[in-house]
């Protein structure tokens, strides 16, 4: 009512005014009464004039740009410019702070690695975020207000979609046709639907390769024991002399190696995945392990393959010598079972220049065609079946060595050539590697 003393008062000066005024120029004239009355009347209506102009001037602004400051006024429709004005800046405010609360929220949606997509109760997308757009293969501008099941139609998809709201998710493979998709529904507010889906093309991926590794195990295990298991029935069932006997004991002592062999591998794949990073501050010496693998290989060869000589490097590698020796070992043998006789094996150090090294192991055998090579450090990946058995292997030796050097921090190279020979290089970083404590330089730098 601040407004309401001062206005009340400068009403009754014009008037006061205009009747003193209009008395003075009546007397004037003669005719004082008349004059009073129009001296009144005149005020009245200069006084309603000036409101009118005001009102008009707040009635342009409230017809125009609101943003613009309110006509300041003095008086009645001052106030009401100024009250109006107020409040719509501080509605102005909370909905700001609205916005930027939902825009907090809808980046910390964003910011989910999940996918989240919100349904109307006709199932039509009221808004979507973009990794369930991505993951959808939707377009979140273009498809808003579209029905859900127009755009994704994979069947599962529809039918979990229509059941309502299920406890249970389901997945599928994702619209795009890259990887797979876990999405789960739950209904909220007036039949409105949350969509949330997750990327599990990796789990899935884990998941077939778990499968399919018990899988092979179990068939890798099966052989021999099928084997075994016809030996036993036939020396059970039938007399056999001294000679037979002695040759069926043989083979089944093979077979028993065999599932050694097999299982002692499974146990350094295990042990290899489950154990921390090797020591970078244990110091192999690489001469005596290349020795030792080197006489293991020429044992396994028989006098069958020329061994090029060894410069033995004078250097030593930081790491886990039954884990460097595991891998040496499995590459040597490769090229000594995968390699006929007369074939030449070599192996070498070399050290480069920015202090990392390599270890190479080359054979002039039976090589590998160039499409197998991107899998062969797969477990149970062989080129050849039953070479790979009749030599003894596994299928698990690359996959082993590809395991030892990763964890210390290189990396596994081959290159091969079918009927041309192969190269396995071991590469190992300038931080597992330096001279020999006590000799010269490094060998072969
Ligand atoms: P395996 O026990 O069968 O030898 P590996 O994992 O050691 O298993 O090797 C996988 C496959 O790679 C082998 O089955 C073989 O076909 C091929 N391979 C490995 N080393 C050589 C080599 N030096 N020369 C030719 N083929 C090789």
């Known amino acids: 009512m601040v ?4 206005r009340l008062l400068a009403v009754v000066l014009v008037l006061a005014l205009g009747v003193g005024l209009g008395h003075l120029a009546g007397a004037a004239l ?32 409230l017809r125009g740009d609101l943003a613009r400051a309110a006509p300041r006024d003095a008086g009645f429709w001052g106030e009401v410019g100024y009250r109006v004005e107020r409040a719509l800046r501080l509605r102005e405010q909370a909905t700001a702070a609205e916005a930027k609360r939902l825009e907090e929220f809808l980046s910390a949606i964003e910011a989910s690695p999940n996918g989240v997509l919100l349904l ?9 975020s973009a990794v369930a757009a991505d993951h959808l293969g939707l377009d979140a501008r273009r498809d808003m207000r579209q029905p859900i099941t127009n755009l994704v139609r994979t069947p599962a998809f529809v039918a979990y979609l229509q059941d309502g709201d299920s406890r249970e998710s389901v997945s599928f493979a994702a619209p795009g046709g890259q990887g797979n998709l876990q999405v789960v529904v ?27 590794f018990v899988a092979n195990v179990s068939h890798e295990i099966r052989t021999p024991l099928t ?11 039938l007399p056999l002399t001294e000679a037979e006997r002695a040759r069926v004991l043989k083979l089944m002592a093979q077979q028993t190696d065999r599932m050694q062999v097999l299982v002692s591998d499974l146990l350094t794949l295990a042990q290899l995945e489950g154990s921390p990073r090797p020591p970078a501050d244990r110091w192999v010496a690489m001469a005596p392990l290349l020795r030792r693998v080197l006489a293991d290989a ?3 060869s028989a006098g069958r393959h020329p061994f090029d000589a060894v410069d033995l490097p004078e250097v030593e590698v930081a790491g886990l010598e039954p884990e460097l020796l595991s891998a040496l070992a499995n590459l040597v043998n490769n090229a000594v079972r995968y390699t006929p006789a007369g074939g030449r094996i070599a192996v070498a150090w070399h050290a480069r220049a920015d202090g990392s090294a390599e270890i190479e192991v080359r054979d002039s055998g039976i090589g590998i065609a160039r499409e197998h090579l991107p899998r062969l450090t797969e477990r149970f990946y062989r080129v050849d079946g039953s070479r790979s058995r009749d030599t003894g292997g596994t299928g698990l030796g690359l996959s082993i060595v590809k395991h030892v050097i ?12 079918l009927g041309q020979g192969s190269r396995f290089r071991l590469l190992l970083p300038a931080s597992r590697v330096r001279a020999r404590v006590g000799a010269g330089v490094p060998a072969g730098a």
């Open 186 to 212: 739950r209904a909220y507010g007036d039949r409105q639907k949350l969509v949330i889906s997750q990327d599990v093309t990796e789990r899935t991926r884990a998941d077939a390769m778990r499968r399919d």
């Open 3 to 6: 407004w309401f003393l001062p």
């Open 30 to 61: 003669g005719l004082p009464g008349v004059g009073t009355v129009t001296g009144a009347a005149i005020a009245v209506a200069l006084a309603v004039l000036v409101d009118l102009l005001r009102a008009m001037r707040l009635m342009t602004w």
């Open 406 to 417: 990763q964890r210390h921090g290189g990396a596994l190279e081959i290159d091969s050539e």
């Open 227 to 237: 084997v075994l298991a016809g030996f036993v029935e036939t020396m059970a069932s």
């Open 120 to 128: 109307d109760d006709k199932d039509q997308i009221v808004w979507s």
């Open 298 to 300: 020429q044992n396994l």
